[in-house]
């Protein structure tokens, strides 16, 4: 190391505690087999040893076996010699210090656990007790003891830095979900952990989530102490580090104020709602024009007039601070203008995209950035190209953090990835992620030099941003599309499963060492790079499925098997819809089958919480559920289309037998009221279908597709019975419902179109009452009066006679089909 490199070094181990911490992070990150039999004995002894046994000499081990190590030391070499080293370190990994420390801590035993971790220093084994105390304050709320809480969480608080130290911030999830799903009990913790999370400077983490359950559960007066402490303690830290402009970027008296605000009104606590915005007017913040108007519109009521009175007043004594008359606030149109977002349904446009990016407490989620893609989707197909470019400037000058950069060009590339710019999506990922190496670096790299390909003004990341899990499927989804052939997919795909190994190396490598590294702090030490999970093989799925056959895409399941990583529902549903797609009903049923036996719980994972199971490199993958509608749904298109309707029918009663609707689709609900109708089928009655001669009136499908005339006399067709008719359900002849009434129907829809594009209006009310004439006189001359098919003519003729428009989606679809409209003939009665 050269002089200056040195005195760099020196210089920002002193005077940086970030610097100083990532380098203990860095020196201490792995460790050998011996620290951890060293840590799993210490852990099971009951004496604490002295400090006599161990040697501070640097770069070696101690330079005697310890007393209370020598049992374990011969037991060790024995187990090695008989070759059961593997097993013993499997079962190691299980009683790791943290877990034994934490019980401590839990029990309360403060002073035994502090001093077993000042031991593990002295033998060069550094343990951070953020991560024990915060997990021993979860397992305190989870069991519900106060005394345990309060102790348990002054003590982890004393642990957690100030956000001045930790540009990259800081995770409180766990806390926090614990904390709310405790109840109305703990609502003076929360308001503790709103005062102290604001007094080192953790705003942004406590006000879209804390301060609204605060506000919405607990009595006014503990609401307003909550929130007059967190302003105080906030403005106090601001000014305290108010030549950082992280914390000062992280903190807004505003932004607070409308969080509480919002809530109360939602809430419908208006007379709250008054009191915060009084509480406010004093600490001289005035909430935005759009949330004073809505909160006036909401006592519009004549059982609020009080209140309303109050609000205005309030507002006109601080004309100062709103700079607008209560008449005015009142005149705002207050429209909402929604926009669908797959599921979800957000309103506004940059104001909520910028308060869903700088939630920075869940990381990259992927259901966030998809939301933000379709969003920014929707305003591009409006014509507001420049949207995209406006919000990317305002998130990264506005949210300095690493997390929300990343969630946003995650979004960017999800963006890309909509429209099917899969150039588009690798060239963000090139400008901003570090590169998915063959073995993942743990540096960080100045990305200056990349600024210039920017399409900003010179906004220059501090260092380029590790991928997500999300990031990492949207890059090989791009990839995988890209490639037009076997043999170059299959080249991509050896390299994908090349990093996916990598990285469970890495995983395998530093399996359960949550020692001096935890998840919040992973941008010090460890990359919050995520191990690709079954999402990023069901790109993989899918194009090896549409270019290979469903079969070789079945190959890719085999894969991830090897790798213990288990498939989810999406990518069993892609490979069971290459199935469909080719028309193999037995690899259908095949795949279905795996599916339903894989449903079955794993109680192992199951009756573990997730804060036993949290790792470094990812989510834990759940275990399937259960095959859900879509699967089943997959199953009756491919044998309606095969004609199988026995199947079908033995399908429909197995899906209400576990408990599911055929789908909350309507064509689905129609389709099974239809064909039970038609066949007289009953659960404890399966259909046992079987050959007979048809009437006069029955229709064959080669008679509907031939574009023959309906009105052709009968022919020895096969057509289909239920056996329903031999118990006396019904006399006359029963026809599948595909075959009589839906191609019916499809092909009397395009007699219409083409009426209508000859004649207009005037001929197509012609043919309806041709139409209505001709059911009549097969009604009265060729069906009998008994049975459900008489039902279900008398159905059509109500229909035909209601009917003064074609559904447009079916217009669409049969103008566009040129071919079969032209095969579609026009007769006349």
Excluded at 305 to 329: C, F, G, M, S
Excluded at 532 to 546: G, K, L, Q, Y
Excluded at 588 to 610: H, N
Excluded at 805 to 824: T, Y
Aim: charged share 25%.
């Amino acid at each position: 190391m050269s002089m200056r490199k040195a005195a760099t070094h020196h210089l920002l181990e002193t005077f940086s505690p970030t610097y100083r911490y990532s380098t203990y992070m860095r020196r201490h990150t792995c460790l050998n087999r011996l620290h951890y039999y060293q840590l799993h004995s210490l852990c099971s002894t009951h004496a604490v040893p002295s400090t006599a046994h161990f040697s501070r000499s640097r770069g070696a081990h101690t330079e005697r076996v310890p007393s209370f190590l020598e049992a374990w030391d011969s037991a060790y070499q024995e187990q090695q010699a008989q070759g059961h080293a593997a097993d013993v370190a499997a079962a190691t990994k299980l009683n790791l210090p943290c877990d034994h420390l934490r019980e401590l801590v839990v029990n309360g035993e403060y002073e035994r656990a502090n001093t077993i971790r000042i031991e593990y220093g002295k033998q060069g084994i550094p343990i951070a007790m953020h991560p024990i105390y915060e997990e021993a304050a979860i397992h305190a709320y989870l069991r519900r003891s106060v005394k345990e809480q309060e102790a348990c969480f002054e003590d982890w608080w004393q642990l957690v830095p100030d956000r001045a130290l930790c540009p990259g911030g800081r995770s409180f999830d766990s806390v926090i979900e614990a904390l709310i799903r405790s109840g109305n009990r703990h609502i003076p913790t929360l308001g503790n952990f709103v005062r102290m999370a604001a007094s080192k400077g953790w705003v942004r983490d406590i006000q879209d989530r804390v301060l609204p359950t605060i506000v919405r559960y607990a009595v006014p007066s503990t609401a307003l102490a909550a929130l007059a402490d967190a302003l105080d303690n906030a403005h106090q830290y601001s000014e305290t580090h108010s030549d950082d402009p992280t914390v000062n970027a992280w903190y807004s008296a505003t932004d607070l104020i409308s969080a509480a605000l919002r809530s109360a009104i939602i809430g419908g606590r208006r007379n709250l709602a008054c009191m915060i915005v009084e509480l406010a007017f004093l600490y001289e913040v005035s909430p935005t024009p759009y949330q004073l108007a809505f909160f006036l519109r909401q006592l519009s009521g004549p059982d609020n007039a009080v209140t309303l009175a109050r609000a205005r007043q309030l507002i006109a004594d601080n004309y100062w601070l709103v700079k607008q008359r209560p008449d005015e606030l009142e005149a705002i149109e207050l429209a909402p203008k929604f926009m669908a977002v797959g599921p979800l349904y957000y309103p506004g446009p940059l104001a909520k995209i910028l308060r869903m990016v700088k939630n920075t407490t869940t990381s990259n989620s992927p259901p966030r950035a998809t939301a933000i893609a379709h969003l920014l989707a929707r305003y591009v197909r409006l014509g507001r190209t420049r949207v995209l470019r406006v919000m990317r400037k305002k998130v990264i000058t506005r949210y300095p953090s690493l997390q929300a950069a990343s969630l946003w060009y995650t979004a960017e590339m999800k963006f890309w990835h909509i429209y099917g710019r899969h150039d588009r999506v690798l060239d963000v990922y090139r400008r901003v992620f570090k590169r998915i190496r063959r073995q993942p670096l743990h540096t960080r790299r100045r990305m200056s030099n990349y600024a210039k390909h920017l399409d900003l003004p010179p906004i220059i990341l501090p260092w380029r941003i590790h991928p997500s899990a999300h990031t990492q499927v949207l890059v090989w989804s791009s990839l995988a599309r890209l490639k037009n052939n076997l043999n170059s997919l299959s080249g991509l795909y050896e390299q994908f499963l090349g990093t996916v190994d990598n990285f469970i190396a890495a995983r395998d490598h530093v399996a359960g060492l949550k020692l001096s590294a935890n998840d919040e702090d992973a941008s010090e030490s460890l990359p919050p790079a995520l191990m690709p999970d079954s999402a990023a093989f069901t790109p993989f799925v899918i194009r090896f499925a549409r270019l290979g056959g469903p079969k070789r895409g079945l190959s890719i399941l085999r894969d991830m098997s090897d790798r213990h990583i288990t498939p989810s529902q999406h990518t069993w549903f892609f490979a069971m819809r290459a199935f469909a797609l080719a028309g193999d009903v037995a690899g259908l049923y095949e795949v279905l089958g795996a599916v339903e036996r894989l449903g079955a719980p794993d109680w192992t994972q199951t009756l573990i919480g997730p804060q036993t199971l949290r790792h470094r490199f990812g989510p834990i993958t759940t275990p399937l559920v259960f095959p859900c509608v879509p699967f089943y749904q997959l199953a009756l298109r491919l044998l309606v289309r095969k004609r199988r309707y026995q199947e079908v029918a033995m399908l429909i009663t197995r899906i209400e037998d576990l408990g599911w609707r055929p789908g909350n689709h309507p064509k689905f609900d129609r389709f099974v009221a239809t064909f039970k109708q038609h066949t007289g089928l009953s659960r404890e009655d399966p259909p046992t279908l079987i050959p007979i001669e048809r009437s006069p009136s029955a229709v064959s499908a080669e008679d509907l597709d031939s574009g023959e005339d309906l009105r052709a006399g009968p022919e020895q067709t096969g057509v289909f019975q239920s056996r329903a008719q031999e118990v006396g359900i019904g006399k006359t002849t029963i026809e599948p419902w595909l075959t009589t009434w839906l191609k019916r129907d499809q092909l009397w829809q395009r007699q219409v179109v083409n009426i209508s594009r000859r004649g207009g209006s005037g001929a197509r009310v012609q043919w309806r009452q041709r139409r209505l004439a001709r059911f009549q006189v097969q009604h009265a001359a060729g069906v009998s009066s008994s049975g459900p098919a008489n039902a279900l003519l008398d159905a059509e003729i109500n229909k035909l006679k209601d009917q003064d428009f074609l559904d447009e989606e079916l217009h669409e679809e049969l103008v566009h089909d040129d071919q079969s409209v032209g095969r579609a003939r026009t007769k006349r009665v």
